[in-house]
């Protein structure tokens, strides 16, 4: 009985989506927008502040391409 359980808990920790980081965030900044505009309406998730950061360091990658191109 005991080792059903455990394969059951396992099962369903295995099949969890993987925790996305900000680095995930920042390869999709479209993404991370829509996660970050949806964490501002009020869903609440661990991956809020991740996509806020990813987003943020799309943004900065973004200024820093278009002052390179500057000169």
Known sequence: MTRIALLAVLGL???????????DFAADPQGA??????????????????????LAEARREARMRAYERAF
Do not use: F
């Not at 920790?13 to 680095?23: L, N, V």
């Not at 869903?43 to 806020?52: K, L, M, N, W, Y």
């Open 13 to 23: 920790i295995g099949c969890s989506a993987p925790e996305r980081t900000a680095a």
């Open 33 to 54: 927008a829509k996660l970050v505009a949806d964490c501002d309406a009020g869903r609440i998730g661990d991956d809020c502040e991740a996509a806020r950061r990813g």
